[in-house]
């Protein structure tokens, strides 16, 4: 079975452009999340999607947003981005049973976001 | 707000040492702890834990949770060079998708 897929995997932008980067989840997954990793910071928790609504949602500004798709692909669009916005974003695929269903997240390669 | 803490932050060993890692948490409604191993990629799962005092085991890594003391231990004996990596430990609240990382533990394994 093809594991997650992140496409781009790397992108340099300049600051106040938007970016779009796009996740494959895991055949049969419903559940797909995204995650920001900075040395600083740590893996951090953006939000959570499954059957195309957004279902957890981390602490980040409304420049972050996300989108799913009725195949479980999903979307993480950040808008006027800013230099602190560099890091790794990983996208994380689930079958997203639901609550009391024990799950594993399978993670994909991560697209490299440099903001000059 | 959930929390996860993780020590030693670095470590450094000699090959075929044995490590033990820590993981302490908070977390409300919690469901399930996991463990990853990230090289210079994405992290991959090691292990998820959800009852307390079960050991996991896959070769020579072995972890156990305690829902009590709200900590884990991952253990590497006869560690490799290979072994060299961040650590990463989450804990999952219920409600799907929503992970809680620690900043993780460096263990370095030289020759």
């Known amino acids: 079975k093809a594991g997650v897929t992140q496409t781009p995997r790397y992108l340099i932008k300049t600051r106040g452009q938007q970016v779009t980067l796009s996740c494959s989840p895991i055949?049969?997954?419903?559940?797909v999340s995204w995650y920001q990793q900075t040395p600083g910071q740590g893996l951090q928790f953006l939000f959570e999607?499954?059957?195309?609504?957004?279902?957890n949602k981390g602490n980040f500004p409304g420049r972050f947003s996300g989108r799913q798709f009725s195949n479980s692909r999903s979307e993480m669009n950040v808008s006027t981005l800013e230099l602190g916005d560099s890091a790794l974003y990983l996208c994380a695929s689930s079958l997203g049973l639901g609550t009391g269903i024990q799950e594993t997240q399978y993670f994909g390669p991560g697209t490299r976001l440099l903001v000059l | 707000e959930d929390k996860v803490v993780q020590s030693p932050l670095s470590l450094v060993v000699h090959e075929g040492d044995t490590v033990t890692l820590n993981c302490s948490y908070e977390v409300t409604n919690f469901r399930s702890l996991l463990w990853y191993k990230q090289e210079k990629k994405a992290p991959t799962f090691l292990f998820m834990l959800?009852?307390?005092?079960i050991e996991k085991k896959s070769g020579r890594l072995s972890s156990i949770l305690d829902k009590k003391e709200l900590f884990s231990i991952l253990n590497i004996t006869a560690t490799q060079t290979g072994d060299s990596a961040v650590y990463l430990c989450?804990?999952?609240?219920?409600?799907?998708?929503?992970?809680?990382f620690g900043d993780g533990t460096t263990l370095t394994v030289k020759p």
């Open positions: 055949s049969g997954h419903r559940s």
């Open positions: 999607y499954f059957s195309e609504t957004q279902r």
């Open positions: 989450a804990v999952e609240a219920q409600g799907a998708g929503k992970s809680t």
């Open positions: 959800t009852s307390s005092g």
